[in-house]
């Protein structure tokens, strides 16, 4: 097995089981997870705590406990993770950061029946205001307050700001990554490519930054790879479950670029620099565009998608839209004008965590790539 098999293999497997990462995490440090619902939330608030951040993505199951507390139209992310912590999945957190950039996250904070205590903040929608950097700085400062509190621990600005440091590496090289990962669209296809980046939810991310930045290295060591198949562009808040990447794989596409909540949207721009950590982590916020969860008024996210198709030479953009997502559809009609406008393709496929039949997917694709 080459070291870049290797290193995929290792990756893929912490991506598929979080519960391990988390058990492995606490015998080396003896410290536990604090869990980490979507979206956009300051995980580097609990690494500098010296804990595990991990991600709540909820995933692909049946859904019979969590009818009783959210309603049907409630998206599959929230209506699975509602259904595991039911079950008592999330038990073993010491505690969940909840941010509630959508009605949905604030029904279900409201709703938590697990054990681990919720810590639940709000971003500013009104983004551009300095007024709203100091908000949400304030709103950080309480979640700071509450962690240590929990975790009986002291988290210094110091250590805050090595934390921060720490994340931007590991943006810069999962920036690096992707980039990479269009030139070797075999080795690195699309299930893979989501696991190399699901698997950073699960791993202090030094470690994870330490993993990415070699496999870059022994793929930057080889010629770029022939593809005669078709280069697309993901936009969305995620584009599981993997049936869905493997079906793109399948009918000869190949993920140049993505525009996912669960994926590059996280590692897009770098925590801003500055002297005050929390105002630093609040400046993200603000700078942070091309999001349905984060009010744009300029509405730039179909024109960054446009450069994004351009810049990686992409045939198509793949529309992976979450069912009942209610931002993201009030996202779409703006974007898809402006798609035809310009002449670049696209794909609407829709995303449901509860599928087990993806027949409809697999047809829609199929029948874009003849179009292609």
């Known amino acids: 097995m080459s070291r870049i098999e290797t290193i995929i293999s ?3 497997s912490i991506s598929n089981n979080p519960r391990k990462a988390m058990e492995d995490y606490k015998k080396e440090t003896g410290k536990g997870s604090v869990g980490v619902m979507p979206y956009y939330a300051p995980e580097e608030i609990i690494h500098a705590a010296g ?12 859904i019979s406990k969590a009818r009783a507390y959210l309603p049907p139209f409630a998206c599959s992310i929230m209506q699975s993770v509602m259904e595991m912590q039911l079950e008592g999945v999330y038990d073993d957190l010491e505690a969940v950061l909840f941010p509630v950039p959508c009605d949905t996250l604030k029904c279900l904070s409201q709703k938590w029946k697990g054990t681990s205590p919720v810590i639940v903040f709000t971003h500013p929608q009104n ?9 949400l700085a304030e709103e950080y400062r309480l979640v700071r307050e509450k962690l240590e509190t929990i975790l009986n621990v002291k988290i210094t600005d110091e250590a805050l700001n090595q934390s921060i440091e720490t994340y931007n590496e590991n943006r810069k090289v999962m920036r690096e990554f992707t980039d990479l990962a269009a030139n070797y669209p075999q080795i690195i296809d699309p299930r893979i490519r989501h696991a190399i980046i699901k698997a950073r939810f699960f791993m202090e991310k030094s470690k994870h930054t330490a993993m990415v930045k070699e496999l870059n290295s022994e793929l930057k060591s080889l010629p770029v790879e022939a593809f005669t198949g078709k280069k697309v562009v993901l936009t969305g808040i995620m584009a599981e479950p993997n049936e869905v990447l493997d079906i793109l794989k399948d009918n000869g596409f190949a993920v140049v670029a993505d525009d996912l909540a669960q994926e590059s949207r996280l590692f897009r721009n770098d925590v801003p620099s500055g002297t005050d950590p929390l105002y630093r982590l609040a400046k993200w916020w603000q700078e942070f565009d091309g999001c349905s969860l984060a009010t744009d008024a300029k509405k730039s996210r179909g024109p960054m998608l446009m450069e994004m198709v351009k810049g990686s030479k992409a045939d198509a953009v793949v529309v992976c839209m979450m069912k009942f997502c209610d931002p993201e559809e009030f996202d779409y009609p703006i974007y898809y004008r402006q798609f035809e406008e310009a002449g670049i393709k696209s794909l609407f496929i829709e995303i449901d965590l509860e599928t087990t039949s993806f027949e409809q997917t697999k047809t829609r694709v199929q029948s874009f790539s003849e179009m292609l």
């Open 127 to 135: 983004r551009k205001l300095e007024a709203a950097n100091k908000f």
């Open 10 to 12: 290792e990756l893929s």
């Open 51 to 62: 804990f595990l951040p991990v991600g709540i993505w909820g995933g692909q199951k049946s």
